[in-house]
């Protein structure tokens, strides 16, 4: 059974930096992409990063592109969001996701199947 657990949320001053890890087990397979998303009150889960396997390739929605980065070490099995400027916009849940096998990548909610129980974010002025 696939599990992921996230951590490093926290309360931070507009124009800080936090940093979210995903540690992830109980999958074998050699291809999968890994996400984050997040859910903010009274709105839609959004995608905003994603990576692939090999660590290469990664995608990001406009909303943080350009001030949050995802990494991964797929030895580990560990994946991380680096978060910088923050605004009280990015105040939300932040979940990462995990799809499997061999497939593009995406910040479309349905492509994964796996979810961590959420990490809060607050970013305050």
């Known amino acids: 059974e696939v599990q992921l657990a996230e951590s490093g949320g926290g309360l931070v001053q507009t124009g800080g930096s936090l940093r979210l890890s995903c540690s992830a087990s109980?999958?074998?397979?050699?291809?999968?992409?890994v996400a984050w998303f997040r859910q903010a009150p009274g709105k839609e889960r959004e995608g905003i990063a994603c990576?692939?396997?090999?660590?290469?390739?990664?995608d990001y929605a406009d909303s943080v592109k350009g001030r949050f980065s995802m990494s991964g070490d797929d030895r580990t099995r560990r994946f991380y969001l680096d978060m910088h400027d923050l605004k009280p916009e990015d105040t939300a849940v932040y979940f990462c996701?995990?799809?499997?096998?061999?497939?593009?990548?995406?910040?479309?909610?349905?492509?994964?199947?796996?979810w961590g129980q959420g990490t809060q974010v607050t970013v305050f002025s």
């Open positions: 996701a995990l799809s499997e096998g061999w497939r593009g990548l995406s910040l479309a909610e349905r492509e994964y199947g796996s």
């Open positions: 109980g999958f074998r397979f050699q291809f999968y992409n």
């Open positions: 990576i692939g396997s090999t660590g290469v390739y990664t």
